[in-house]
């Protein structure tokens, strides 16, 4: 697949993507006190808008309509915002878009509630306006990704973790919010036709992105990825390149690997072998080409609808998951 | 006003919370690993059940759907529960309802995470049902408490905090759901009918009772309370006592009582002293008239439909709100 850049992806939905950027910013200046400080902190410090991005385009490919499309991107990039601040609480996480995290320039305390905050606006802003098959869809997308991501705190250091498991965590915890954007697009933008694909080429997004990101955690360059390589596996996530690796290495190669990944802490200097060893056992190439075929699903579904500006930038934004500088 | 036992006040809607007892039990049984092990933790730890009592005496006022009613009571409970998931990690408890609190039983990223799953439970079983209307009070009533609770977080140490202040933050933090656990029983039990009243009843239930909580921390046995008095002062929250106190003392005591509840640490063994002068300068005597002020108001609401058994009830428990062993 050819490289693409983010830019490219989103220039069909600038002014509306412009928009929710300006609709989140409003959000905070309408607080006061602390709601008001950690809400400019969380709100208006940037981000890839990928979820925004794809409602747009789905949207937009039917015929959106655009006050109800902005504010829906809108609400999907709050709900998105919440889940980021609980995660890098619950990761200890210091740095999220070249800023301090939530709990770094705050405290627990506060990244939980203003998570709570954050969440419960987004379904407050849809009750609203009566939005009930958005809120439906919303419901049930916000109560799998807290159950991935239980899931994910029960497959911590789980060396035996299988390919299934992965999946069906990854599918909960990333694929279920860009499917949700994505079928909120087809009832925007398509008059509720067409659901069933468009949910498809989400969750098909969602998991080529999140293979993509497991794998640029272990192989990627540390200048664009900000941070250290092997970052999961230290904190306990053993991600599809390990689970081939292990599957593919011989009994007592496996033992050994499965000790340095049961205890990251040991692996200490030893971290280029492990990159070796998965590339040697074929974890790489094969998260690599698991990510692939899920980005090139996603792009065969668009391929079913008549070409258009929008469809042609959601094919893009498949071949841009899988081959990212970040 | 008499004294009441919550067992008086539950009389007419027992079969109903033993059917909610069950419905939550049922939830955390269809769970597996970690989800399981954490639901049967919070969901089969008892509780007062407050919330689901006023749901159902509310509907059992009018022709209650008992299905309806009892599904929805077991919601507010998911909401409560969810709330104090996050609550407890926030204030770094240690125990609720005899139990550990999830952050000491697990740790601080399950309690994030389970609460989320928690809080979204409650809005899929509600989606699922397709019970919009639902949905629509307890987003906004969701939406308030964390707004409550960002607004304690911000008045924290604050010894100017004024009446106003914690009376809104308290609406938030504590009134908004009760408010919406009886805005629901109108809505099932009524028809929609008498939503505002009873909206009112359960606002002013809530009022007194974190007005007689906050008092009870302050004065209570501690044998009865489980914990230390004081601990409210402890962690920062300046209540309705000691704000009342405050603005009935002289220039000269006032500076040094606030200095004091500023900073709490330095109370050390002048708690004693501490007591004798909220209630020398009538904070105690103003927090319960405040209180009972809201509780009467709650009478009054209910005293204005026919007399039922369950109209009875719910006089008791405004009687017992501001009364009661705990």
Redesign the interface.
């Known amino acids: 697949m050819k490289t693409i850049s983010l830019a490219t992806v989103q220039e069909p939905v600038q002014p509306e993507l412009q928009a929710v950027t300006r609709r989140l910013g409003d959000l905070s200046r309408s607080e006061t006190?602390?709601?008001r400080q950690?809400g400019e902190h969380v709100l208006t410090g940037g981000g890839k808008r990928l979820r925004p991005t794809l409602l747009l385009l789905v949207a937009k490919m039917g015929g959106q309509n655009q006050d109800l499309a902005e504010l829906a991107a809108t609400v999907v990039e709050l709900v998105h915002t919440a889940t980021l601040i609980?995660d890098d609480?619950?990761d200890g996480s210091q740095l999220r878009r070249g800023r301090p995290t939530v709990n770094r320039a705050f405290n627990?305390?506060?990244s939980?509630?203003?998570?709570?905050?954050v969440?419960?606006?987004a379904?407050?802003l849809?009750?609203e306006r009566?939005l009930?098959p958005l809120?439906?869809v919303l419901?049930?997308a916000?109560?799998q990704?807290?159950?991935g991501?239980?899931?994910e705190?029960?497959l911590k250091h789980k060396v035996e973790t299988t390919e299934e498991e992965y999946l069906d965590m990854i599918d909960g915890k990333t694929a279920v919010l860009f499917q949700a954007s994505c079928e909120i697009g087809a009832y925007l933008g398509h008059g509720g036709q067409h659901r069933d694909e468009f949910k498809e080429f989400g969750r098909s997004f969602g998991l080529a992105f999140q293979i993509a990101d497991d794998l640029m955690d272990l192989t990627g360059d540390e200048a664009v990825i900000g941070k250290d390589r092997g970052n999961d596996l230290q904190e306990g996530k053993v991600t599809l390149p390990y689970i081939a690796a292990l599957r593919n290495s011989p009994p007592e190669e496996r033992d050994r690997y499965s000790e340095l990944i049961a205890h990251p802490e040991s692996i200490n200097g030893g971290w280029d072998d492990m990159v070796q060893w998965v590339r040697r056992r074929g974890g790489e190439s094969y998260a690599r080409d698991r990510a692939l075929a899920f980005a090139r699903r996603a792009t065969e579904i668009v391929a079913g609808f008549p070409e258009s500006e929008s469809s042609r930038a959601l094919a893009d934004a498949a071949a841009y998951v899988v081959d990212r500088p970040l």
């Open positions: 006190g602390l709601i950690v609980h609480t619950v627990h305390s506060v939980i509630i203003m998570g709570d905050f969440y419960s606006k379904f407050a849809l009750a009566q009930y809120i439906e419901a049930h916000t109560h990704m807290s159950r991501e239980m899931i705190m029960d």
